[in-house]
């Protein structure tokens, strides 16, 4: 099984919901109003992962990176739009409009412990609920962006099971903190 990671943007209240916006929802966009510096590029350091690794995506992060990375042409574009990406769907069937995407085969537990390439797991939070009930989840990369949004989803909920993790690094990213966190 290879590694998982979570990214995710997360406001100070815990919220993941609609950090750009694309949502809807009256409160969206709270990642986003803190400038491209903070949100832009590898803000993850996923690196040489991109190139060795899998992007593991439900169904509406998909179609949005969708629309967003094939029309970009920059650095961290051209490697987003190369890497490998698994989509978790039961209602889509053509992926052609990003480059490198394949349908996921049966259940997301066994597509995982399946897999021997690192696993990036992006927005999706359904896929990263299922990941967390099945304790498949080694570690997070939370972006912690300096507002309090106060409705949403939060990335953890009351129901999960207790689960110790060790950070492992801190970094100030434009407005926002980069905290990694790995199994203890």
């Known amino acids: 099984m290879g590694h998982v990671i979570v990214t995710a943007f997360v406001s100070l209240d815990g919220i993941v919901t609609d950090p750009d916006g694309s949502g809807g929802t009256p409160a969206g966009g709270w990642a986003f109003r803190h400038g491209p510096e903070t949100v832009g590029g590898d803000k993850f350091r996923l690196g040489d992962l991109m190139d ?9 992060t998909w179609e949005l990176f969708s629309r967003l990375w094939p029309n970009r042409t920059d650095e961290f574009s051209t490697r987003m ?3 490998a990406k698994v989509v ?11 480059p490198n995407s394949t349908l996921m085969v049966g259940s997301l537990a066994d597509y995982v412990r399946s897999e021997s390439r690192t696993i990036a797991v992006t927005g999706s939070l359904s896929v990263i609920r299922e990941l967390q009930a099945a304790d498949l989840v080694d570690e997070y990369r939370l972006m912690t962006f300096p507002s309090i949004v ?6 953890f909920g009351p129901s999960d099971a207790p689960f ?3 950070l492992t690094s ?11 966190y790995v199994r203890a």
């Open 150 to 155: 106060g409705t949403g989803s939060q990335l």
């Open 52 to 60: 060795t690794g899998v992007l593991l995506l439900g169904r509406t």
């Open 81 to 83: 739009n190369k890497m």
């Open 88 to 98: 978790a769907t039961h209602s889509l069937t053509d992926l052609s409009a990003f």
């Open 170 to 180: 801190v970094a100030q990213t434009g407005a926002a903190s980069l905290a990694t």
């Open 164 to 166: 110790h993790f060790r």
